[in-house]
């Protein structure tokens, strides 16, 4: 393995640490155990139910988008891909989705390229969805959105940046276009494969199914974060704070390894907006963290295990 490669490993985990580090110096340890003992643990685990909900309409989902390029994998298989995917993205960021195409390619004998192309459309319908959820909050909380942007984004800047990977795309697109031997070759080879993937969204015979299960990913989401919430008593959150603390975390999670030390830091600071005390609100950012991070690992880690037994005979 490169240095490169150790690097971009290790560096996300040691920044979770001391992202844990510097959240547990907000409320101390003590304190943070007892929160975990008094919290109600049946709205956690109704919590994980929507949690469990929104994976199993994730798998369901994909095969929306795999039967226009005329593969039909099995649903327990999908399921398993998704599970195994959330795990994979614990260690490291992003490769989850590879490790999903790959479970198809191994066992379903779904082109890698496609089914990683059908991968990227479900992010693009996901991004849609969370710049909904964005839209709504902008609504709801409308100051609060408006002095987060003025303050730290230039809007110079953004544009120049647009301009530049616009103009690099179009240079490199080009090049490829020409291709026709060697690595670029492979390249194009590829970005076809791809791009069959991602369009499949729109050769899809059941277009509203698939509006269908993503509308109810995300609302399982959010119902996800409300439904913990209760778990600590006291802790009152209103509409505009749980959408703010929804999409705090979220940002937390793409950010570091699964949100590791952050997502208690993102979620804590957007409650503290509506004047919620900083231990009530980063032991709720913690015991919403434990709680996710914990239904991952153990059927992430089941569904790894799972997954030769099942397809034995292949």
Known sequence: MSIKKILKTIL???LGGFLVWYSISNISIDVLIEY???ANYSWIVLGLFFGILSHLSRAYR???MLEPLGFK?????NVLAVLVGYLVNLALPRAGEVSRALVLTNYEDVPFEKGF??????RIADLIMMLSIMLITLFVQFDFIYELLTKNFNPTKIITGLVVVILGFYILTSVVKKAKSGFLLKIKTFVSG???GVTSIFKMKKKWAFIFHTVFIWVMYVCMFWATIPAIEGLNVPFGGILIGFIAGGFSIAATNGGIGLYPIAVAGALALFDIPTEPATAFGWIM??????MIIIFGGLA?????IYNKNK
């Open 117 to 122: 192309g059908t991968i990227v459309a479900e």
């Open 12 to 14: 996300p985990l040691v």
């Open 304 to 308: 790894f295990l799972f997954l030769p």
């Open 289 to 294: 963290w434990t709680a996710q991070t914990a």
């Open 73 to 77: 994998p099995k649903f327990t298989n």
């Open 194 to 196: 791809l791009g069959e």
């Open 62 to 64: 994909w095969k929306f």
């Open 36 to 38: 975990f003992k008094e």
